[in-house]
């Protein structure tokens, strides 16, 4: 991770108005990065939309965060998949041409 796109949690806390808690509770969960650097906990700038949608599912939706996890790991298989037949199918196009 770059230093220039670290956000020091607490001030994505104060903006969300979420406790640091549950931001390291998502750690625990490997839901986000988190690097410590002279004790200041940050994360990249890449996460935050994951961690705006977890906080969607979670303050919006009501969803707990054992639900939050399940939908967000099933997210990304579905992405993975979605990635991985758009690349098959380029290959199939690809040997159609000939």
């Given at each position: 991770m770059a230093k220039e796109h670290l956000i020091?949690?607490?001030e994505f806390c104060r903006s969300h108005e979420v406790?640091?808690?549950f931001i390291n509770t998502l750690h625990d969960f490997g839901l986000i990065e988190m690097?410590?650097?002279q004790q200041?906990?940050?994360i990249d700038s890449e996460e935050?939309?994951?961690l705006e949608?977890?906080?969607l599912f979670n303050k919006e939706l009501e969803i707990n965060l054992e639900g939050v996890e399940v939908i967000i790991r099933l997210l990304e298989k579905v992405h993975k998949i979605q990635n991985e037949m758009n690349m098959l199918k380029n290959r199939l196009d690809?040997?159609?041409r000939f």
């Open positions: 020091p949690v607490i406790e640091f808690s690097v410590t650097y200041t906990s940050f935050l939309p994951r949608q977890i906080l690809m040997y159609e």
